[in-house]
Structures are given as C-alpha cells and as structure tokens.
C-alpha cells in the first residue's frame, strides 16, 4: 500500500460522501456536507480536513476543527477494504499533530452510542468515554 495522508481538496468530494454513505455516517447533502458548505468549510482555519490515499483513490477521511481550546475529531472514516489495518488510528493521530500545531492540547470525539468500532477506536488510542456529558444541539433548519 502506498498510502498517504494529506489535506482534501474540492476534486476529492465526490469520493468523500461516496466513502461517508458506505460508513454509514449521518450527512446533510443539503446542509454542511453540500459541495458549497464544504468548500466554505476547508477555507476557515479551525477547520484541518485530511483524506487519507492509496494509490489515487481517497480511502479513508478525518475532519478535525477546534474552537481555540479543544479539538473535535469528526467525520472518521476508512473503505471498508482497509479497515482493522490501523487506518483509523493513523488517521486520528494525524489530525491530533495538526491541531497541536494550531496550540490545542485536548481532542474530543462526539460518538453514537452504537458506533462500537468508532467507540474501541478512540478507547484503544487512550480517549476518555465521559458518560455524564448530555449533548444538546439546536438547529436553524433541518438540513443544517
């Protein structure tokens, strides 16, 4: 495998919702995961989206942002072909060294309850399962 990690571009889109849809990850087509919105997104300096590659084809992604005093791990996900290869950990790592750069010194990773392999991934690389934390969202629109 001649794999590399490096930041997504816009002529990356198209494979990273086809490889989110197979991860099975929530997305907004219409809302922050549309071409626009993503394009906005990658153009902010909070925001540190990386793909991981093989050979010309994006396998694996991780969108890592941060409000100046932690970071958030987002969006992980790796083709299935390469999954339990240590991708994901890779992945994580290298977004954790980019937002260490930009002076965050605390990842956070906001996982569903029955995302098990998601849930081992971020135990195994030493991340803290809080279960006290309640997490509330609002929304200006659906779509968002």
């Keep these: 495998m001649s794999l590399i990690i490096r930041r997504f571009t816009m002529a990356d889109y198209i494979r990273v919702i086809e490889l989110w849809t197979e991860a099975n990850l929530p997305l907004k087509p219409e809302g922050r995961d549309s071409r ?15 793909v991981a590659e093989n050979v010309g084809q994006v396998i694996g992604t991780v969108l890592a942002t941060h ?13 299935r072909e390469y999954r339990h290869q240590g991708l994901g ?56």
């Design 67 to 79: 409000d100046g005093r932690k970071g958030w791990i987002n969006r992980l996900a790796v083709a």
């Design 36 to 50: 626009e919105e993503i394009e906005k997104q990658i153009k902010l300096p909070q925001v540190i989206f990386l």
């Design 89 to 144: 950990q890779r992945l994580v790592r290298e977004a954790e060294k980019e937002l260490e750069k930009c002076g965050i010194m605390m990842w956070a990773a906001l996982i569903e309850e029955d995302n098990q392999p998601s849930i081992n991934l971020f135990e195994k690389l030493g991340y803290e399962y809080h279960p006290e934390i309640k997490y509330f969202t609002r929304k200006k629109f659906p779509g968002v």
